[in-house]
Nanobody, 127 residues
């Protein structure tokens, strides 16, 4: 069965960095786009970043451009989110997401192209 497991969340001061990892199993990782979403308390879940199956195409939300970097290691079945210059407004539960068959980054970030989600990891940024 498909499994996505996030790690790397925690408490960090504003301006600090964290790297989230999402290890996957149960499918051929290299064939599918992947993404990171987040949900802050009282807010809807939003797309943060996405990456195509070969790691060539990427998407970033305007709020994280220049601070976050998504990457993947197909040989390790892992997708990463490097987060630098963290701000208190980045506080949220971060979810890893797998794109469905044939879904590229544009549809994935809409949320409709996701077929599996991880359970999430909490990132808290203190001011």
């Amino acid at each position: 069965q498909v499994q996505l497991e996030e790690s790397g969340g925690g408490l960090v001061q504003a301006g600090g960095s964290l790297r989230l990892s999402c290890g996957v199993s149960g499918y051929t990782f290299s064939l599918y786009a992947m993404g990171w979403f987040r949900q802050a308390p009282g807010k809807e879940r939003e797309a943060v970043a996405a990456i195509g199956s070969e790691g060539i195409f990427t998407y970033y939300a305007d709020s994280v451009k220049g601070r976050f970097t998504i990457s993947r290691e197909n040989g390790k079945n892992t997708v990463y989110l490097q987060m630098n210059g963290l701000k208190p407004e980045d506080t949220a539960v971060y979810y890893c997401a797998k794109g469905a068959r044939g879904v590229g980054t544009p549809r994935l970030v809409e949320g409709t192209g996701v077929d599996y989600w991880g359970k999430g990891t909490l990132v808290t940024v203190s001011s």
